[in-house]
């Protein structure tokens, strides 16, 4: 069993950064893919960026390539978003969620989910 919370969100004006933090609870949480999803009001959920239970594979969306980055430590069972250059597009609430697959970019795939942060660019 895996429980996953999110913190980190806030508002932020056009061009800054934030950093999401999910931090997670089990001691088999380092067996699992972590992946972040959005979803803006009247939006489905959408895949952000994913990264493996080694750290070692990352995957983006390409609305953030570039701009987002995936990493996760380990020692403490948190997996990060650092999201530089932000825009009034990102708006949404931000969710992590955790699977045993490699990096899948379905929501469905995903069976453990945080409650979700609240992000919010001003233009």
């Given at each position: ?16 950064s ?11 949480f380092s067996t ?12 489905e ?9 080694s ?6 969306a ?5 701009r987002?980055?995936?990493s996760?430590?380990g ?12 825009k009034p ?7 992590c969620?955790?699977t ?5 970019r ?10 979700g ?7």
């Amino acid at each position: 069993q895996v429980q996953l919370v999110e913190s980190g969100g806030g508002l932020v004006q056009a061009g800054g950064s934030l950093r999401l933090s999910c931090s997670a609870s089990g001691r088999t949480f380092s067996t699992y893919s972590v992946g972040w999803f959005r979803q803006a009001p009247g939006t489905e959920r959408e895949f952000v960026a994913a990264i493996s239970w080694s750290g070692g594979r990352t995957d983006y969306a390409d609305s953030v390539k570039g701009r987002f980055t995936v990493s996760r430590d380990g020692a403490k069972n948190t997996v990060y978003l650092q999201m530089n250059n932000l825009k009034p597009e990102d708006t949404a609430v931000y969710y992590c969620a955790a699977t045993r697959m490699i990096l899948p970019r379905a929501s469905s795939n995903y069976g453990y989910w945080g409650q979700g942060t609240q992000v919010t660019v001003s233009s």
